[in-house]
């Protein structure tokens, strides 16, 4: 994401009362260490676009599962975000969207969706991560892993089919309904960087991140006085628009076909987009 000052001031004087925005504004205001506005939207968008996971889609049938990875430096902050998201997950009733920080395999991935299948995965040290899975010392069961991710973002708008085994009684195939993967990765660029190989490219899942880099700091990023602590922050306004946003009755997240009971068919330039950002 290229990031230009004059650009983001209109953009973000646009979001600022909308969702989107509020929830930014949010991991902004209880920053400790630096403000990071684009990684504070960047993963504010996975975390929206799994709360309108399974409910909504455009009329092609395109839905909000996003793989996001945010870039910064050590020590600049690039994980508040993700607390500031746990906080909200649990202050919203919504542990069960918020999946764990790692995997050990493709089945780890898999089963909890089996329950569940909204999931927003928050990874720290994505690079590291990254890294174990895609140098030669991976073994075939942590390789699995990203083919695994692959096929969950294609499949969130049809029914997602594991493997079949040979022992049924204790490995059952499992069936996903509208599967909704979102995910928000944090690395310092290097070690990002330094994972990437031309396998990743070829096999589509790099490409299927948004990745935001910020600019180098500046005083405007540093924090000297902060707002507000995460768990004094005042969420009211934020809570407010989520009940309006998905009512209490949508907010489900079973393993059923959601097919044809989606809420409400829309296009991403019509008044879904006008709420969560006006």
């Known amino acids: 994401v290229e990031y230009v000052k004059e650009k983001w001031e209109i953009f973000t004087d646009y979001i600022n009362t909308g969702l989107i925005g509020k929830i930014s504004d949010f ?3 209880t920053s400790t260490d630096t403000r990071q506005p684009l990684l504070a939207m960047a993963s504010t968008i996975s975390f929206v ?8 889609a455009t009329e092609t049938d395109l839905r909000s599962n996003v793989y996001v990875v945010g870039l910064l430096g050590s020590g600049e902050g690039k994980d508040h975000a993700m607390k500031c998201i746990d906080f909200l997950a649990t202050k919203l009733g919504l542990d069960s969207f918020i999946g764990g920080g790692d995997w050990t395999s493709a089945s780890a991935v898999i089963n ?12 720290d040290e994505f690079g590291k991560k990254l890294k174990s899975i895609t140098m030669g010392q991976a073994g075939d069961y942590k390789a699995e892993i990203l083919s695994t991710l692959l096929e969950l ?3 969130s708008n049809t029914i ?12 059952q195939t499992a069936i996903i309904y509208n599967p ?3 995910m928000y990765c944090a690395s310092t660029p290097d070690t ?3 994972a990437l190989s031309s396998r990743d490219s070829v096999s589509g899942f790099i490409p299927r991140f948004i990745i935001v880099q910020p600019p180098e700091m500046t005083m405007d990023n540093i924090v000297l006085d902060v707002a507000c602590s995460i768990n004094k922050y005042n969420t009211s306004s934020i809570e407010e628009i989520v009940k309006v946003l998905i009512p209490s009755e949508l907010l489900t997240n079973s393993n059923v076909d959601t097919s044809n009971s989606i809420n409400m068919r829309i296009v991403y330039n019509s008044c879904l ?4 950002i006006s």
């Open 27 to 29: 991991i902004l205001q």
């Open 49 to 56: 676009g799994a709360l309108l996971g399974r409910r909504y």
């Open 112 to 123: 909890p969706l089996a329950t569940t299948p909204i999931r927003m995965f928050q990874l």
């Open 153 to 155: 973002y294609s499949k």
């Open 160 to 171: 997602y089919r594991g493997k079949e085994y040979a022992n049924k009684k204790d490995n």
């Open 180 to 182: 909704h993967v979102n």
């Open 192 to 194: 990002f960087y330094d």
């Open 273 to 276: 987009i006008i709420f969560l």
